[in-house]
């Protein structure tokens, strides 16, 4: 069975967020959809190891931030590859608390929503949650980020918690300069790429990367990069 045909259903990128009586927490997700229109619905998909399981369990009321197709890989592995148990991923991010008292991050978003719980579905390691839409706002005109985008020209992985993650994701036929794979987060630093957030144009080696660069995604070093075989 071909797993990496999944792949090819269309997802987009966003950040998913709730609250705990006056604590946030915010994550990636890619499975987000519209499920009617009258009234208007939406379903989110969470892993339950996920703090943002346990806080819209807690609330009934979550927000749906869209991603544009600029978002940088930091914003990304800020809510994608650390935990809300360890740090405070709204610091130093442009949000607003939204109608619901959840946070609304603004970030690199070209709309967003908001949602009060009205079912669950429980599917084993994730929830799918439903929620009545009370609260709907486009902000601008760009470009969202797709799943297929973030993949295949930003480099990103998708973390061991996403519904669609895949434990042994195919590697790409690559050029003559070898690829590094963070050891951390997954991320994979293509030098035929390079990392245009970080201003490295295509073409620069690994080697060649500056000392103190890090790993878009998850912030770490060199050090924490390997080979990839």
């Given at each position: 069975m071909n797993l990496s045909t999944l792949y090819k259903i269309s997802y987009g990128?966003?950040?998913?967020?709730?609250k705990k009586e006056n604590n946030f927490n915010g994550q990636i997700a890619n499975t987000v959809f519209q499920v009617t229109s009258t009234p208007p619905t939406l379903a989110v998909s969470i892993n339950k190891k996920n703090l943002t399981?346990?806080?819209?369990l807690e609330s009934k009321i979550f927000t749906?931030?869209?991603?544009?197709?600029?978002?940088p890989m930091t914003l990304i592995g800020n809510f994608g590859f650390k935990s809300g148990h360890n740090v405070d991923k709204f610091k130093?991010?442009?949000?607003?608390?939204?109608?619901t008292g959840a946070p609304v991050v603004l970030e690199s978003v070209i709309g967003y929503l908001e949602a009060e719980v009205i079912n669950m579905l429980d599917v084993g390691t994730h929830t799918v949650f439903v929620g009545n839409i009370i609260e709907a706002e486009s902000i601008s005109e760009g470009i969202p980020m797709t799943y297929a985008y973030y993949h295949q020209i930003k480099g990103g992985k998708a973390p061991p918690t996403a519904p669609t993650y895949i434990k042994e994701e195919l590697k790409k036929e690559g050029g003559k300069m070898d690829k590094y794979k963070c050891t951390v987060c997954g991320y994979i630093y293509d030098p035929q790429k390079g990392d245009p957030d970080a201003g490295i144009k295509p073409g620069i080696t690994f080697d060649a990367l500056p000392d103190d660069w890090v790993c878009p995604v998850c912030g770490a070093g060199k050090e924490a990069f390997v080979k990839e075989k």
């Open positions: 990128l966003y950040i998913v967020s709730s399981h346990a806080f819209i749906v931030s869209i991603l544009s197709q600029t978002t130093d991010i442009n949000y607003k608390s939204g109608i």
